[in-house]
T-cell receptor, first 112, second 112 residues
Framework: QKEVEQNSGPLSVPEGAIASLNCTYS??????FFWYRQYSGKSPELIMF????GDKEDGRFTAQLNKASQYVSLLIRDSQPSDSATYLC????????????FGKGTKLSVKP | SAVISQKPSRDICQRGTSLTIQCQVD?????MFWYRQQPGQSLTLIAT?????????ESGFVIDKFPISRPNLTFSTLTVSNMSPEDSSIYLC?????????FGPGTRLTVT
């Protein structure tokens, strides 16, 4: 069974620090990797996706992928209290579209 | 991105009844997906809905319990049938836009 594992947290960081969120996946055939942010009571919001090994940067966010280690991470630089949310890692499942398999999420708390 | 709306946004239903959730997208999409997020849990895919064909259900989900309609390329419904308290969840529809998947605002269902 395909699985996506995340540390549930909570992960607490001070404002301005770097938050590092980690995710491992079991299916070596996974090709697409996504990070979603979910505020309490809201639906998930896509913040990053990555397909190739290495780093992908978008503003304060950097996604890192290592397919050999089956590991994907999200770094949030200059963390803000507004970044406090649950971060969900997702990988593609069967087929080339949709069928995302989600981890249980890491709850991040950024302290002012 | 995609503009996705869902109705109702929330409902409280009695055990044994059924609820139909509607999902509307701002432009045509091939596939629509229905997920469930139980309290404190991550997202689980219920089924994939293609226009013009039967929905494809994931393991643990059956058509009799979660019938789905997909009458056109911008609309889908999910019915939660013969509800029990265990069906209390947030139900989310999502769509693909290229390589990215976007979620609707969700329907929060409470079964008493």
């Amino acid at each position: 069974q395909k699985e996506v594992e995340q540390n549930s947290g909570p992960l607490s960081v001070p404002e301005g620090a770097i938050a590092s969120l980690n995710c491992t996946y079991s299916d070596r055939g996974s090709q697409s990797f996504f990070w979603y942010r979910q505020y309490s009571g809201k639906s998930p919001e896509l913040i990053m996706f990555i397909y190739s090994n290495g780093d992908k940067e978008d503003g304060r966010f950097t996604a890192q992928l290592n397919k050999a280690s089956q590991y994907v991470s999200l770094l949030i630089r200059d963390s803000q209290p507004s970044d406090s949310a649950t971060y969900l890692c997702a990988v593609n499942g069967r087929g080339s579209q949709g069928n995302l398999i989600f981890g249980k999420g890491t709850k991040l708390s950024v302290k002012p | 991105s995609a503009v996705i709306s869902q109705k109702p946004s929330r409902d409280i239903c009695q055990r044994g009844t059924s609820l139909t959730i509607q999902c509307q997208v701002d432009s045509q999409v091939t596939m629509m997906f229905w997920y469930r997020q139980q309290p404190g849990q991550s997202l689980t895919l219920i089924a994939t809905a293609n226009q013009g064909s039967e929905a494809t259900y994931e393991s643990g989900f059956v058509i009799d319990k979660f019938p789905i309609s997909r009458p056109n390329l911008t609309f889908s419904t999910l019915t939660v049938s013969n509800m029990s308290p265990e069906d209390s969840s947030i139900y989310l529809c999502s769509v693909d836009r290229g390589s990215e998947q976007y979620f609707g605002p969700g329907t929060r269902l409470t079964v008493t």
